[in-house]
């Protein structure tokens, strides 16, 4: 394994790390600018604005560049916003940081994806890009925990500090162990949008927002969820989240299996197991034991979903790996954005701490109706199945997981 999908891994790495410790340290940020939970809860959506905005604003600029440059610039770009985060005065200059944090996310992933599958054969692309996602899910695993009792014991700023620190070691293996990567012969904003011009495209992206924001109305509240329902203590909240991870590891894995197989009935299943868990989670976040084996399954769920609609997004822009390896980071952060600002409500209208996983059901449902609506439209189109778009525009027939 080139030690370049290392140095790209470890920036995913870090991004994963932020985004999703907000969630685990909701209490703490809360209390520490005098904020309600609900309100701190902004933060996360306003950190998946910020991707929705900058995937395609930031890709589109950064097109004739060269990838490596690209890669180095946006790794700092992120290390500023949660440096800034980690010194905001208060909350409303903490929102502006989560925003601006927000912005390479999705660009990064487009790129990175990319760049990924152009240092490794023909052969091997599908799994170099998965080593370089799997910082993700090991962020969730080893990362978010970890920040989550950092953050505990000594403040949350001290755990956006860490991020910071692997930020800036990312920024430097990217530039010592990546090679020169040149952009594409026809890289520009014209020839990346012409993928846009599918209906499919949109639907599979609407399944992404619509369905995907059902995780995240349960995630982004799990941490109180667990604390004031199950009864666990805070100091407990991390290994409940590192299962969490786990979850996540075991549907990325069946996801792509699952994909490889069966592409739309794959994406229907996921949706709808989703669906089940979380409604079942509004039940078993009553007890300890039933509590931390649905998180598990919630993560299974939620993740499996990932690399289907991935692969579903990449197929309908093969012509345009990188703007839709970005647009779907963002798609997905714009159901994280709409997940917890939902589950918020939720929780404001005093319906109780389950509530968001409720809420979480009902999306996750929604999601699989439009999945099905998509993939009766494409039976009667008569279009083939498409394959995933090289990084030099050959065709591979792996997903990119």
């Known amino acids: 394994m080139p030690l370049a999908l290392v140095a790209l891994a470890v920036t995913a790495f870090a991004i994963g790390t932020t985004e999703f410790a907000a969630m685990g340290l909701l209490p703490q940020i809360a209390g520490g600018l005098h904020v309600s939970i609900p309100q701190a ?50 909350f409303a200059f903490l929102a502006v940081a989560r925003l601006v944090t927000g912005l390479p996310h999705g660009a990064f992933f487009g790129a990175g994806a990319v760049a990924a599958a152009e240092l490794a054969a023909p052969d091997k692309r599908a799994r ?22 950092l953050g505990q014991q000594l403040g949350w700023r001290a755990a956006m500090l860490v991020v910071v620190l692997i930020g800036a070691l990312g920024a430097a293996a990217i530039a010592r162990l990546v090679p020169h990567l040149p952009s594409h012969p026809q890289a520009g904003l014209r020839h990346e949008l012409s993928a846009f011009r599918s209906g499919q495209l949109w639907l599979a992206l ?9 995780l995240f109305a349960c995630y982004s509240y799990i941490t109180p969820t667990l ?15 590192a ?3 786990v979850g996540m590891t075991i549907g990325n894995v069946v996801g792509g299996y699952a994909a490889d197989r069966a592409l739309r009935p794959s994406i229907c299943a996921a949706f709808l197991l989703m669906a089940l868990m979380l409604g079942l989670f509004a039940v078993t976040a009553h007890a300890k034991w039933s509590a931390a084996l649905t998180v598990v399954m919630i993560g299974i769920a ?15 822009a093969r012509n345009a790996p990188t703007l839709a390896s970005a647009t779907v980071q963002g798609a997905f952060n714009l159901g994280n954005a709409q997940g917890a600002f939902l589950g918020g409500l939720a929780l404001s ?7 968001p996983t409720l809420v979480g059901a009902a999306l996750a449902l929604a999601g699989c109706l439009i999945a099905t609506v998509s993939w009766v439209v494409d039976r009667r189109s008569g279009e083939p199945s498409a394959v995933v778009a090289g990084s030099a525009g050959e065709p591979r027939h792996q997903p990119v997981h």
């Open 227 to 241: 604390t004031e329902v199950s009864g666990f203590a805070e100091s407990s909240v991390t290994v409940v989240l």
């Open 349 to 355: 209208a005093g319906f109780g701490w389950t509530s």
């Open 302 to 316: 939620g993740f499996a979903v990932v690399p289907t609609v991935q692969t579903l997004v990449l197929q309908k």
């Open 41 to 90: 809860g902004w933060l996360i959506a306003l950190y998946a604005i910020g991707v929705v905005i900058g995937a395609p604003l930031l890709t589109a600029v950064c097109a004739r560049m060269p990838r490596k440059t690209v890669l180095i610039g946006l790794t700092v770009l992120f290390t500023v916003g949660n440096l800034l985060c980690a010194v905001a005065p208060n």
């Open 243 to 245: 299962l969490f991870g």
């Open 206 to 214: 609407a399944t992404v927002v619509i369905g995907c924001a059902g």
């Open 128 to 149: 170099a890009v998965s080593v370089m996602f799997s910082g993700l899910t090991v962020a969730n695993i080893l990362g978010v925990p970890a920040a989550t009792l």
